[in-house]
């Protein structure tokens, strides 16, 4: 109530003022008006009467004159004129009006000065109370002048106009002040005090843990600001509140299950005074151009999971390819932008590659190149020179930007993820030898005898082990590797404590299981159904009718085992007929790297075989395969990972394959059948599911047949299992631990370091 009480008075007294002050312009500006109508009436009857008096002024008698001025008498005159008076060359009166002698008897209206300036003259006297308004006209008798003509009129109704003006405004302003002050008071009312009351009170509830959704979007514009931060700040006390429930319930339970907020603390201690720097090809946030609007995009990825939470917390610095067509236009002059958009945590620094650098390092070299040499997928590598010049130029592009974020940071911490930075390591170790520096290798590490057709292998190698820590996810990727430089490179490999010793540096290679977050860690909310609605409503969603549902998550590569899962399903059709028209397969398919051609046939390939068997068994109202050729964002993949009987991960050969890991997260019924390639990381941990080896479609179709016919007690009893494994071993868990042993590795000597850097070069090769 205050609160409107003083702005209501602010503002009648701000409206009054206004008014006032144009009010005062308005008056002064009719009473020149009013005056300079009164002095060109009074003009025009003194120059028509000059023209009669003048001829009579040299006649004596004066009679005509005096007989001329009773005419001007005040009843027969109007318009505010009092009467004339003439006067001789002496100034002695000669003729008068007779009611202005009777009114001011005695008064003289002579301007001074009037006949000797030989010119008209005006003035304003004041006789009896009364304010009028003279208007002399010199009289001539041939060329001498013989007399004054005085024209005199009430000027009084002049003030009376000002006045009623006045009365006029002042009724208009208390109007406006009262209407002004009413309408005020009612949108202050709705607008203002009802919303801020609502708001008050849902945050109350949210305090009190009595509610935590935020109230409806609807009110004025003027609020939207105020309503996203208070968005913002609900759902940081609702994760503050969870986050410490979850703590409280698992110290209840005596568990030690890793959060975010964990992950975060134990970066803080373990980093002390130190910076984390995160280098990775793709960004976490990109920005594309939507008409005149710039939209932020989040790219699916677990590992933007797993390391913002490092990085929001120790105020570190992500450096990232600027992919995003509008990524320019959002950073400053340093290339560097704060993040999140909504509450921005640490940086975001971005690199910029030409067209030929992207296509030659990113396309070329590391997924023509290493990505089938890695995997062993029966794909042949392609090494191309002129990619290996661009994949060596932009890990030099990288190296700057980093030591650039680093200039000024005592032992800085740097992460480096994935098959696109082999190099990156040796270069910036050997600028920064202070420096703390691991990579993560996403991908399978084959057999030396694989890895030895690349042309680059010790270049690669050398690069490589730079880094103080190199991870891979399983222990026999480890081992390729010690192996692989065992045969390639002047070094030392020590066995027991699987290190590389090459030019007096140490490189520690372990393995570190990446992983998802559990379901009470997940950061998209799902709406709650039951598997069995949610399966009914895909079906009518597609529209397909059948009763069992499988599905595949995959983005559309040759690595993935789709064309086998594919084959698998028409074995087991074939051989179960009984399931024809009662199972479909969803195959979510994200197309990648179309323009690379070995991609681009196979997504060709993909869809050529999936009509050619739903050609073979469709029917009207039913096809065994349902291809989806498009992104789709993670909550949009949770309703087929919880509606499905069973999920297929049949990749050739992958590092981990985080789909199955996702599918055992999303099942919080604890139902379903995850069916895994043996040829994968998470087949090492999953161990509850069932294995298979994608080649084998004979084993894949009876894989098929003992899940959807699996007893329920069995098949909860595996789920619950592996959600648990999945629960303990989480990514905050793989980031956490990467983090602590890298922090833990203790650093050689300067001097040593440098030389060590000079002297680890390709031409060491043994």
Request: proline share 4%; net charge neutral; aromatic share 8%.
């Amino acid at each position: 109530m205050r609160l409107s009480f003083r702005l209501i008075c602010s503002v009648a007294i701000v409206l009054t003022l206004v008014s006032l002050l144009f009010s005062y312009f308005q008056v002064r500006s009719e009473k020149r008006n009013l005056r300079g109508d009164l002095q060109r009436r009074a003009q025009m009857l003194a120059e028509s009467l000059q023209e009669t008096f003048e001829p009579l002024m040299e006649k004596r008698p004066h009679r005509d004159l005096q007989r001329i001025a009773e005419r001007f008498s005040s009843g027969n005159i109007g318009g505010h004129l009092v009467g004339i008076a003439v006067y001789d060359a002496k100034n002695a009166p000669i003729a008068t009006t007779p009611g202005l002698a009777s009114r001011f008897p005695g008064a003289t209206f002579l301007p001074d000065k009037a006949l000797s300036e030989a010119s008209a003259r005006d003035r304003y006297i004041k006789l009896n109370g009364t304010e009028l308004h003279v208007y002399a006209l010199p009289l001539n008798a041939g060329s001498t002048a013989a007399g004054t003509l005085a024209v005199v009129h009430d000027a009084g109704y002049i003030k009376d106009e000002a006045q009623s003006f006045w009365r006029r405004a002042f009724l208009r302003v208390l109007a406006e002040v009262l209407l002004i002050g009413l309408t005020s008071l009612l949108v202050i009312r709705w607008s203002i005090e009802g919303p801020i009351a609502r708001t008050v009170e849902w945050m109350n509830a949210l305090r009190t843990g009595k509610a935590v959704e935020r109230h409806g979007d609807g009110g004025p514009d003027l609020f939207r600001p105020l309503r996203h931060e208070v968005t913002t700040l609900v759902q940081s006390l609702a994760a503050a509140r969870e986050s410490a429930e979850k703590e409280a319930r698992l110290r209840e339970a005596a568990e030690s299950v890793w959060t975010a907020e964990r992950l975060a603390v134990h970066v803080q201690t373990k980093l002390e005074s130190s910076r984390l720097f995160v280098v990775s090809n793709r960004e976490p946030y990109m920005h594309s151009r939507d008409g005149r609007t710039l939209k932020v995009l989040v790219p699916a990825s677990g590992l933007v999971t797993a390391l913002e939470p490092i990085l929001r917390a120790c105020d570190g610095t992500w450096i990232a390819h600027g992919s995003g067509d509008a990524d320019r236009e959002a950073v400053d002059r340093h290339d560097r932008l704060s993040v999140p958009p909504d509450d921005p945590k640490y940086t975001l620094r971005r690199v910029w590659l030409s067209k030929d650098e992207e296509q030659g390092y990113y396309y070329g070299f590391a997924n023509e190149g290493l990505w089938p040499l890695c995997h062993i997928a029966h794909t042949r590598p392609l090494f191309r020179a002129s990619d290996w010049a661009y994949y060596e130029e932009a890990n030099k592009k990288f190296a700057k930007a980093v030591l650039e974020e680093m200039a000024g940071t005592k032992h800085p911490v740097l992460l480096i993820q994935d098959y696109h930075f082999a190099l990156l390591p040796r270069l910036i170790k050997r600028e920064r030898p202070d420096a703390r520096v691991a990579i993560f290798w996403h991908i399978p590490w084959p057999n030396p005898e694989a890895f030895g057709i690349c042309p680059w292998q010790a270049e690669l190698l050398d690069g490589l082990l730079g880094a103080d820590l190199i991870g891979f996810h399983i222990q026999s990727h480890c081992d390729n590797f010690l192996k692989t430089v065992n045969r390639a490179l002047e070094s030392r490999v020590e066995w027991d404590h699987f290190s590389v010793n090459r030019d007096r540096h140490v490189t520690a290679v372990r393995p570190f299981p990446i992983s998802v977050a559990s379901d009470s860690d997940a950061a998209v909310a799902v709406t709650e159904r039951s598997a069995g609605a949610e399966r009914e409503s895909l079906f009518k969603e597609f529209g397909v009718d059948a009763l069992y549902l499988g599905v595949g998550v995959d983005r559309v590569d040759y690595t993935k085992g789709i064309l086998e899962r594919f084959l698998a399903i028409e074995t087991f059709l074939d051989e179960n007929p009984q399931y024809q028209g009662k199972f479909t397969f969803m195959q979510i398919g994200a197309p990648s790297r179309t323009h690379i051609r070995r991609y681009h046939e196979f997504l060709g390939e993909v869809e050529a075989e999936a009509e050619r068997i739903n050609w073979r068994f469709r029917t009207e109202n039913w096809n065994p395969i349902v291809l989806l050729k498009r992104h789709h964002s993670h909550k949009e993949i949770n309703r087929f990972y919880r509606a499905a009987d069973l999920c297929l991960v049949t990749s050739l050969h992958d590092g981990m394959n985080l789909v199955a890991k996702e599918f055992v997260a999303s099942r919080k019924d604890e139902d379903g059948v995850l069916i895994l390639s043996k040829f994968t990381g998470a087949c090492r941990e999953l161990r509850d599911a069932l294995l298979v080896n994608p080649y084998d479609s004979q084993q894949m179709a009876e894989a098929i047949r003992a899940g959807l016919e699996m007893e329920p007690r069995e098949r909860t009893a595996r789920m619950h299992r592996m959600r648990q494994i999945v629960r303990e071993q989480n990514i905050y868990r793989w980031a956490g631990n990467l983090i602590a042993q890298l922090c833990e590795v203790r650093l050689e000597p300067e001097g040593v370091a440098q030389r060590a850097g000079a002297s680890a070069t390709p031409s060491s090769a043994a």
